[in-house]
């Protein structure tokens, strides 16, 4: 499976901005696509996933009530809606997806750039 995320830029403090990742290869094998971010200096941290046949959502406290996760499956295809941006926000944002009986994520995207001013 192979994972192309696009979308980011550089948006004020406030502000929205959509990222996306489509999916390519043998889809019908990944059960749970997410995201991911990565800010300078800090660890890699978990965002938000979605299933993908039930589209169950879970997302990290940080970004509650301000990120929405969903997918489109006749496209292969998660969003990433982020609303209210806050300059912690800034990071390079990372699609992935895992098959059900793993318990880490397996596949990657390249990252795109999210930068927020204040």
């Known amino acids: 499976v192979q994972l192309q995320a696009s979308g980011g830029g550089l948006v004020q403090a406030g502000g929205s901005l959509r990222v996306s990742c489509a999916a390519s290869?043998?889809?019908?094998?990944?059960?749970?696509m997410g995201w991911f971010r990565q800010a300078p200096g800090k660890e890699r941290e978990f965002v938000a996933h979605?299933?993908?046949?039930?589209?169950?959502?879970a997302y990290a406290d940080s970004v509650k009530g301000r990120f929405a996760i969903s997918r489109d499956n006749a496209k292969d295809t998660v969003f990433l809606q982020m609303n209210s941006l806050k300059p912690e926000d800034t990071a390079v944002y990372y699609c992935?997806?895992?098959?059900?009986?793993?318990?880490?994520?397996?596949?990657w995207g390249r990252g795109t750039q999210v930068t927020v001013s204040s």
């Open positions: 992935a997806g895992r098959r059900i009986n793993m318990k880490e994520y397996e596949y």
């Open positions: 290869g043998r889809t019908s094998s990944v059960y749970v």
């Open positions: 979605i299933t993908w046949s039930d589209g169950r959502v």
